[in-house]
């Protein structure tokens, strides 16, 4: 990838309602009680894309939905029971203003959803959409993609990646649809001159030295490997965590659903799948009441195991992606960034 | 999209054929896909599971009982344990309920053959293995067989025909064992492991497959290690809550591994590497 190019913020409506045209879009809008979250955009000139906040939710329910019909079941007598898919209407659609962490996400979440099975319903929406991200000069108060390592810019992945330069955007494509993209809408975009390119690499280095929070998450790594957590932290984490499950509800990487029969009728129903957090007690127990993880005690220590353990030791690479909204929402104290200080530094 | 891939969760209708009742807890369905093509298509390997569709109660993994040697139907050997297990008690011959798989790693049964078997069941933990053990005995497994089989009461035997048939094979011992004796009975009374240590075994030379409640597999398991057997000769199947038993849910995780995936059959030797709850005492 050699190709640079600069689209002029004046240009930015226009080109997206040209996108618009063929695609749904989805970018961070502030509504107004001054949340920005990522919406589905019906008119362009009635909403605010806020490209300054962090989103408050990430891409994940637009692909894998808070709930979902997987399909519907049917009973009408005891020696007849038969199944009817739901056609997924989703339409293609533009994400645009896809921060690192958010696009590292969605690269984690089609390993878990493509590479042991092909899940029907998250490919169909994985199919047929524009990644237009957007690099992080201004790293928020709770980020730690620095320590995560897929931010606080990215190579790969999008479609286009823009970068803010002022009153412009310097623009790159990863995949041979962004190059279409830019050829396809050649008026919006001019050259990169090698003075964008400069200053473009200055608003990365400026952006790495911008992190509040200094997280030792590889050393945390390596503690995890090396099982030297002591079980006063795991302790101290089961007695704090509240059981809310608000952590892997907010978070991009966490994807535990449960699976679940919806009765519409006595001889009808839909079967739905869920949103499911491996922090409640009931994530493992089975008919009889038996559970072979003692929830209570061990059911944080399994997510960060899962996120800083074994999905280092499968992959090679920790599955969180620093985006710091565990953070945020976590009123018990028991986030990410609190477990490694506690086991990096013997601090809460 | 193909329709293969639309049909990831999508289960197969399934007509009841038969229903043994094992005892008042365990009842074996005979089960034949309602579509007669997919029924003669659909084969298995001993160990592995099928998600059970009940109307209205969602599915659960349940293990094969039978042996894939038989085709047209397949067993499932279900215990009364929870809404969709005891929905599956409520049902009759000729009833219809759903299902999809087959699931999971199987018994490596290529690594069986030559051997000397052992098997420690306990309850409905014989279910997976008579799958294995009818399997080994139609392809004409040479070498001795023991089964040992621990239930509650002699009233709680399951698979009684089975335990019958085998018994009266040459190569074949097969000892019961209660932990609770009623009138009639002159069986043995105690645990499996009592009947284990009366047991002439070549350790070296045969391989032993568990199943059963976590007490019976921490004592069996302690016993073969203090009589020789190498880690990687204990094979055993695991038991987990699962939703989606194709390795996305994560329900059945056991750190690293994935039990509906990387399992349910697993040896000793790979469950070490893992903190197991059934190993832990």
Redesign the interface.
């Known amino acids: 990838m050699t190709e640079k190019y600069i689209l002029k913020k004046d240009h930015l409506q226009p080109f997206l309602r040209k996108l618009k045209k063929s695609h749904q879009l989805v970018a961070p809008v502030q509504n107004r009680h001054g949340d920005t979250l990522f919406t589905e955009i019906d008119n362009l000139d009635k909403v605010h894309i806020d490209l300054d906040n962090q989103p408050q939710n990430s891409l994940k329910r637009f692909f894998f939905p808070q709930q979902e019909v997987?399909?519907t079941?049917h009973?009408p007598a005891?020696?007849?029971?038969?199944?009817e898919?739901v056609a997924d209407e989703s339409a293609p659609t533009l994400y645009f203003g896809v921060r690192p962490c958010d696009m590292s996400a969605l690269l984690y979440m089609d390993v878990?959803?493509l590479?042991?099975?092909?899940?029907?319903n998250y490919?169909?929406k994985r199919q047929n959409n524009i990644l237009v991200g957007l690099n992080c000069n201004e790293p928020f108060a709770n980020c730690f993609c620095n320590a995560t390592r897929n931010g606080p810019f990215i190579d790969f992945g999008f479609d286009l990646q823009l970068t803010d330069l002022g009153d412009r955007f310097l623009v790159e494509y990863d995949r041979s649809r962004g190059q279409e993209i830019i050829s396809s809408w050649r008026q919006f975009f001019a050259e990169a001159a090698e003075s964008d390119v400069k200053a473009q690499y200055q608003a990365f280095l400026e952006a790495r030295g911008k992190f509040r929070l200094q997280v030792h998450l590889d050393q945390a790594v390596k503690k995890l490997a090396e099982d030297e957590v002591p079980e006063s932290v795991w302790e101290e984490l089961s007695m704090r965590c509240q059981d809310c499950g608000g952590c892997a509800y907010i978070c991009p990487t966490c994807?535990?659903?449960?699976?679940?029969?919806q009765?519409i009728s006595d001889?009808d129903?839909e079967?739905v799948?869920a949103w499911?957090a491996?922090t409640f007690s009931g994530?493992?127990?089975?008919?009889?009441d038996h559970n072979?993880?003692d929830r209570q005690m061990r059911g944080i220590e399994?997510r960060f195991?899962?996120k800083l353990?074994?999905?280092v030791?499968?992959d090679n690479r920790p599955s969180c992606v620093g985006c710091g909204r565990c953070v945020n929402i976590c009123f018990g104290g028991t986030d990410i960034v609190r477990f490694i200080n506690m086991t990096c530094c013997g601090n809460i | 999209m193909p329709s293969q891939l639309l049909e990831l969760y999508l289960p197969k209708a399934a007509e009841i054929q038969e229903v043994i009742e094992e005892n008042s807890q365990i009842k074996t369905f005979v089960l034949a896909f309602v579509d007669p093509e997919y029924n003669d298509g659909f084969s298995y390997e001993p160990g592995q599971f099928l998600m059970v569709s009940v109307p209205h109660c969602g599915e659960a993994p349940i293990s094969i009982s039978s042996t894939p040697v038989n085709r047209g139907t397949v067993h499932l050997s279900v215990r009364r344990a929870g809404k969709l297990t005891e929905a599956m008690h409520d049902m009759h011959k000729g009833d219809v309920l759903a299902l999809r798989g087959p699931y999971g790693r199987p018994f490596p049964m290529a690594s069986l053959v030559g051997r000397d078997l052992l098997f420690v069941a306990g309850g409905i933990g014989l279910a997976p293995l008579r799958s294995v053990i009818n399997t080994c005995l139609a392809t004409g497994h040479e070498r001795s067989i023991t089964i040992l089989y621990g239930s509650r009461t002699p009233s709680d035997i399951a698979f009684k025909a089975d335990l019958q048939a085998w018994g009266q094979r040459d190569n074949v011992s097969c000892q019961l064992t209660v932990d609770r004796a009623e009138p009639g009975w002159d069986g043995a009374v105690g645990l499996v492991t009592a009947l284990l240590g009366h047991c002439t075994l070549a350790p070296h030379e045969t391989k032993a497959l568990l199943c059963g409640p976590p007490m019976m597999i921490r004592a069996v398991l302690g016993q073969l290690a203090d009589r020789g057997f190498a880690d990687q000769d204990i094979i055993t199947t695991m038991e987990r809550h699962m939703k989606c038993a194709v390795g996305i849910c994560r329900h059945c995780h056991m750190d690293d591994k994935l039990v509906c995936k990387d399992g349910p059959v697993f040896t000793l030797e790979e469950l070490k590497q893992l903190n197991v709850m059934e190993l832990q005492g």
């Not at chain 1, 005891?78 to 199944?83: A, L, Q, T």
């Not at chain 1, 590479?115 to 029907?120: F, G, L, Q, V």
């Open positions: 997987l399909f079941y009973n005891r020696d007849s029971y038969y199944f898919t878990v959803f590479k042991n099975a092909r899940d029907p490919l169909h994807t535990c659903f449960t699976i679940r029969d009765p001889s129903g079967r799948r499911d491996c994530f493992t127990l089975m008919a009889g072979p993880v399994k195991r899962h353990q074994f999905d030791k499968k």
